[in-house]
């Protein structure tokens, strides 16, 4: 993908993601997949390459470039062929430690960001329980104040990167929300791997992005230190909102960019694949069909490069970042159904990647905020 929204800088970014991406990452990524685990060391080479820390500021050793970078890398790690593997490291980049700028203290910054951004620590973001997800209101994590220490206990479930992560963003709760104000009360927390009182409890099997691992987290009387909440007690829901403006955005460029790899790989199989006597690429029905996916797309990749612009340069955009997740990852599922139709046969075998994708994708209108939960968060901007 490339657009006018894009300067000469991130061409030349671009340029060295894809070919990172295609000579050490796509390569692998069946294994990995087939492992339900992304080597360390391939976390420890993004951080050398200084990908983890495409817009981190310079003096913690990030690159200190804009949100558009950060665009970039997640279309260009779309294009691995393993959504898993896009998903892994956009959490980490993206969907986590971008609140430890926003909201960290100095020092919890000098503590966790160099790591971060070497890939040493791999970030997790915990807000969702057994019990909630879209009703983020009805979080049951506690943390209590106890001297020095916030001492949690409650379940985190469907954590990225939760099983061998070591850094997790958590949401918990503080205090007690109002019936007019439900969402008061809770708060974030930076958490790590090792606690007394913290344990992944299981690794979840799943549908697709398999080579992310996924978990459901224990805390039972977990001592955080105080130094580790993360923002205003008790305003972690206005924290949560601003976040996951980036973190959907996000979501529609991994689902955007992994249909737009699919919808190549699908028209190069239609030129490659005979039937009746000539390529099915001369067949108008699928001539016709592939145009509408990618008049689809072009709508969606429109819609998510507006929606990114507004954010790169602070403007309000919820309506506009809700409408792109809504759009794009519903046509992105609508592109994975019809690639696997188009490959026939072939195209339910594992060894094709549409295959893959049909089953990553799936999570896109799920993850990050339902489909459902866009249309509520637009109408209610509408009536
Ligand atoms: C593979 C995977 C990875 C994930 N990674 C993370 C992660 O790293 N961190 C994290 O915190 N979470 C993560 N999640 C959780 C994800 O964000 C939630 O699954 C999602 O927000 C939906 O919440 P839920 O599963 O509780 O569904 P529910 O909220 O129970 O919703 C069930 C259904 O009801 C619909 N619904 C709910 N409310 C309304 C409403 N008001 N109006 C209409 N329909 C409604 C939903 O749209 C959905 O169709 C992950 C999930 C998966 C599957």
Redesign the pocket.
Known sequence: MTAGIFSDEHAMLRKSIRVFVEKEVAPHVRAWEDAGQIPRTFWRRLGALGFLGLEFPTEYGGGGGDFLSSVVLGEEMARCRSGGVA?SVL?HTD??SPWLTRFGTDAQKRKYLPRIISGESVC??????P?????MAALATRAERRSDDYVLTGS???????VYGDLYFV?ARTGPGSPERRHDGLSMFLVERGLPGFTVSRK?D????RA?D?AELAFVECPVPAANLLGTEGRGFQQLAEGLQRERLMAAVLALSGAAQALEDTIAYLRERTAFGEPLAARQALRHRVADLATELEAARQLVYRAATLYAAGEECVTEVSMAKLFATEVANHVAYDAVQMHGGYGYMREFPVEGFFRDVR?WT????????M??IITKRLL
């Not at 997790?124 to 329980?129: F, K, R, S, V």
């Open positions: 998903f959490v969907m986590s997790a973001l915990a807000i969702t329980e019990g909630t997800g879209s009703d985190k479930m469907f954590i990225t990167n939760g949401a979840l799943k549908m697709g992005m992310s996924t999570l799920i993850a990050s905020g339902t489909s459902e939960v249309r509520e």
